[in-house]
């Protein structure tokens, strides 16, 4: 068993039921939390007049780590939850043993994502959001993933549907104000494991092979037949990823 907890955090606009595939596997070789984020899943958007900032959600991390009684985890997440993963290490870097870092970036967004980002947000919070999943689904998975598994489609499908708008909004805001972590990464002297889809467009191999260069410790594994949700898409794959390395 490993001795670090592992602590996953999920992608957007999704929640934590995105690990379900690979949680057997996970929990097998140690502890394993899976937070849902604020606003996402079954917890709920605080009341606040800040504006949106991933700073926020990093504090959610670190006040679950103290509620838990946990010093000191490996701390991981897909896509959004990777770039919460990057504000807690630039929060609480002494909180951090390792990291798992999963079809994500540390660059932040361009002029134009950032824009896209607001509209998504705006759109959620006029509209609701029964027509995010068909937007966003040809750029969460891999082209054959969306051909040949109708099963993983309607899951991301569903997952997408139940979320908040209000939780969708925020989050989308939250990513679009976040910083550059390129910083971080660099001085995380922490043992670090870099995973991407081999077809994933939103955060590309490249992105994913400058965040393992980056960081002291890094290790970049790319997963074959995989795009941006690779613990949805080829789940055995990840978990054979991360277990030997977390070991």
């Given at each position: ?30 502890r394993l939390i899976t937070p849902d984020q604020r606003g996402l899943g079954r917890t ?16 959610d991390v670190v006040a679950l780590l103290d509620k838990l009684e946990l010093d000191r ?110 910083d971080v990464l660099a001085s995380a002297d922490v043992p670090a494991l870099v995973v ?52």
């Amino acid at each position: 068993m490993s001795e670090l907890p592992l602590v996953l955090l999920h992608a957007f606009p999704v929640d934590a039921r995105m690990w379900q595939p690979v949680r057997a596997p996970l929990s097998a070789a140690g502890r394993l939390i899976t937070p849902d984020q604020r606003g996402l899943g079954r917890t709920a958007l605080p009341e606040t007049d800040r504006a949106p900032s991933l700073e926020d959600a990093a504090r959610d991390v670190v006040a679950l780590l103290d509620k838990l009684e946990l010093d000191r985890v490996v701390l991981g997440g897909c896509s959004m939850g990777g770039y919460v993963t990057m504000a807690v290490l630039r929060l609480a870097p002494e909180r951090v043993g390792g990291l798992v870092l999963i079809d994500t970036k540390a660059a932040a967004d361009t002029p134009e994502a950032a824009e896209n980002r607001e509209r998504v947000a705006a759109r959620a919070e006029a509209e609701g959001i029964s027509w995010l999943a068909e937007s966003m689904l040809p750029n969460l998975l891999a082209e054959r993933t969306r051909t040949e598994r109708p099963d993983v489609v309607e899951t991301v499908r569903d997952l997408i549907g139940s979320q908040p708008p209000a939780g969708v909004a925020w989050a989308a805001r939250a990513m679009a104000a976040r910083p550059d972590s390129f910083d971080v990464l660099a001085s995380a002297d922490v043992p670090a494991l870099v995973v991407v889809g081999e077809e994933d467009g939103l955060t590309p191999p490249d992105a994913a092979r400058a965040m393992a260069d980056a960081l002291p410790k890094g290790e970049l594994v790319v997963l074959p037949g995989a795009g941006h949700l690779t613990p949805l898409e080829v789940p055995d794959a990840l978990a054979e990823a991360i277990v030997g390395w977390w070991r």
